[in-house]
């Protein structure tokens, strides 16, 4: 059984920064590219950034280019967010999301999804 676990949200003033896990089990993690998303209340979900299974290709919402990193290690089956510079309208559930490479930016495409985990930024 496919399972993926976010972890690593919180309550941050704007400004800050916080790390998210993702870690996957029961099927190939090295095979799959993984992707983030998120969704802020009364909005409908978004892309945030993917990764290919191998991490040599990343892609980024406009949004949070320069900001956020994504990144894996396909030894601990884990996908990373990096969250810095955060603003009040990154305050969403971040979700994560795998598939079979290459990775895209479509939600409709991805397989499994995490329960999510709320990032809320203040001002």
Excluded: H
């Excluded at 919402?61 to 996908?79: C, E, L, M």
């Amino acid at each position: 059984q496919v399972q993926l676990v976010e972890s690593g949200g919180g309550l941050v003033q704007a400004g800050g920064s916080l790390r998210l896990s993702c870690a996957a089990s029961g099927r190939t993690f090295s095979s799959y590219a993984m992707g983030w998303f998120r969704q802020a209340p009364g909005k409908e979900r978004e892309f945030v950034a993917a990764i290919s299974w191998s991490g040599g290709n990343t892609y980024y919402a406009d949004s949070v280019k320069g900001r956020f990193t994504i990144y894996r290690d396909n030894a601990k089956n884990t996908v990373y967010l990096q969250m810095n510079s955060l603003k009040p309208e990154d305050t969403a559930v971040y979700y994560c999301a795998d598939k079979i490479d290459p990775a895209t930016t479509w939600e409709d495409e991805y397989d499994y999804w995490g329960q999510g985990t709320q990032v809320t930024v203040s001002s």
